[in-house]
Nanobody
Framework: QVQLVESGGGLVQPGGSLRLSCVVS????????MGWYRQAPGKERELVAL???????NYADSVKGRFTITRDNAKNTLYLQMNSLKPEDTAVYYC?????????WGPGTQVTVSS
């Protein structure tokens, strides 16, 4: 069974940076389209960044130019570099394939942007 473990969240001041990591168990990571999702309190979960198996990336307008998604297929790991963080980026961040597979949701990692 595939398991995903996110890490790297924390408390950061506005304008700061964080790098999230997601390790995916199993041997199918390289063929998956993978995404970073987030869910803020009282809001629905949304896709913020996508990395396709073919090497393309795509971003939600709200994070474009500030977030960068990368992947290391040799390490089965997905990354999200987040720069110029804003209070509205505060959320629990999750990784999953795109479209998401319900049983793959992990605990996520909390990102809090506050002064």
């Amino acid at each position: 069974q595939v398991q995903l473990v996110e890490s790297g969240g924390g408390l950061v001041q506005p304008g700061g940076s964080l790098r999230l990591s997601c390790v995916v168990s199993g041997s199918i990571f390289s063929i998956l389209n993978m995404g970073w999702y987030r869910q803020a309190p009282g809001k629905e979960r949304e896709l913020v960044a996508l990395s396709t198996s073919g090497g393309s990336t795509n971003y939600a307008d709200s994070v474009k130019g500030r977030f960068t998604i990368t992947r290391d297929n040799a390490k089965n790991t997905l990354y999200l570099q987040m720069n110029s963080l804003k209070p509205e980026d505060t959320a629990v961040y999750y990784c999953n394939q795109d479209p998401p597979y319900d049983s793959w949701w992990g605990p996520g990692t909390q990102v809090t942007v506050s002064s």
